[in-house]
């Protein structure tokens, strides 16, 4: 089992350098850079990536090192990266710099879905306020477990729910097929009685034409670049989860960089991250605005979608289901020790406690 799973990674490895399409090539250039990093990013055709990560490390990084430094940069979905193998391939070293979607790694790693159980963050304010709480915990549990470095967190707009039937309130979804992208996803719309089906990006439209989902959970803005606009009715505003993700080096590819780029990455990229935070907050109030077909929306496609507003009697639900449901079967698949550092850390600062293991 051992040598078919390095062989995969072997395998994983070589697609990474030898994917035609995947990186650009710096042979144009005039003078060649002293380094050139290879990096693996968000998802392919998301703001994140196309209006942040990209330019940052193909135009930003040799700007600020004056041509002396530059990257080559590939979607993780484009560069063969399977999600859930991103931490164990940056650990190994091929994948030296990446950037791992949580609900991805959380398959293998429950720990690191904590920050964004399904529930807990009703706005970016929440959301802000418990990773700050979980950082320090998840940058030591990097480092001294999985031998990465973590350079930054990235967080994609507000997920919330599109669907083709009327809905007034969440409790409406009681019977419902709904796309879910993670276990936790999965957990709340279980809790409403709904049906979890659990699909990839590109999978929700033809799900959608084919009957097999009647709603989806995605982020509101890459709901509408989707077309979801089309072909669904009503919008829920209230955000379920985000989509966090982490930019992190292989700790050896970390230290063996020269001096001066280590201490202009480590400047730079928190600028990147606050960059993505506030195109995430932004897109998430566009997304609606598009979905609605307003005049605010400028860069996306107008929809007529109905916005079902955050009532009383959801964000009651949202806590019930948050504390009886997605919390407690986190814990379970996690394992006792999750839950004291929950306690430590997000539990702490959002005054949710659990029963300490023993």
Request: contains cysteine; charged residues 20%; hydrophobic residues 40%.
């Amino acid at each position: 089992m051992r040598r078919k799973c390095n062989s995969l990674i072997w395998r994983w490895g070589l697609a990474l350098l030898l994917a035609a399409g995947a990186f650009p090539s710096w042979a144009q250039t005039t003078s060649q850079p002293a380094l050139a990093l290879r990096v693996v990013g968000g998802l392919e055709g998301l703001n994140q990536y196309t209006r942040n990560e990209e330019p940052f490390w193909t135009k930003e990084l040799p700007r600020l090192s004056g041509g002396k430094y530059a990257a080559e940069i590939a979607p993780f979905d484009r560069a063969g990266v399977p999600g859930p193998e991103m931490l164990r391939l940056m650990q190994l070293g091929v994948v030296p710099f990446g950037t791992a979607l949580l609900s991805n790694v959380s398959a293998q790693h429950p720990e690191f879905a904590a920050p964004d159980l399904a529930g807990l963050n009703p706005d970016i304010a929440s959301l802000k306020k418990t990773v700050a709480a979980f950082r320090p915990y998840m940058e030591k549990t990097l480092r001294e477990r999985h031998g990465v470095e973590l350079l930054a967190i990235y967080t994609y707009p507000a997920q919330v729910v599109f669907c083709k039937k009327p809905l007034t309130r969440l409790s409406d979804l009681k019977g419902r097929r709904v796309r879910v992208s993670s276990a936790t996803q999965s957990d709340l719309i279980g809790a409403l009685d709904g049906v979890p089906v659990l699909l990839g990006l590109s999978q929700i439209l033809p799900n959608m034409a084919s009957g097999n989902t009647e709603c989806a959970i995605t982020g509101s803005m890459s709901g509408n670049t989707l077309g979801l606009h089309e072909v669904t009715t009503h919008i829920h505003n209230m955000p379920l989860t985000w989509g966090l993700s982490i930019f992190a080096a292989n700790l050896n590819a970390w230290g063996a960089l020269p001096g001066d780029l280590r201490a202009m990455l480590s400047k730079e990229i928190p600028k990147l991250e606050t960059a993505i935070w506030l195109e995430s907050e932004r897109e998430t109030l566009e997304g609606f605005a598009c979905n609605r077909g307003l005049p605010s929306c400028t860069s996306g496609r107008r929809g007529q979608l109905k916005e079902v507003a955050l009532s009383e009697q959801d964000e009651r639900l949202r806590r019930e289901i948050l504390t009886t449901a997605v919390l407690p079967r986190w814990i379970q698949r996690c394992g006792g020790r999750c839950a004291d550092t929950w306690n430590q850390t997000i539990g702490a600062v959002n005054g949710i406690l659990v029963a300490p293991s023993k």
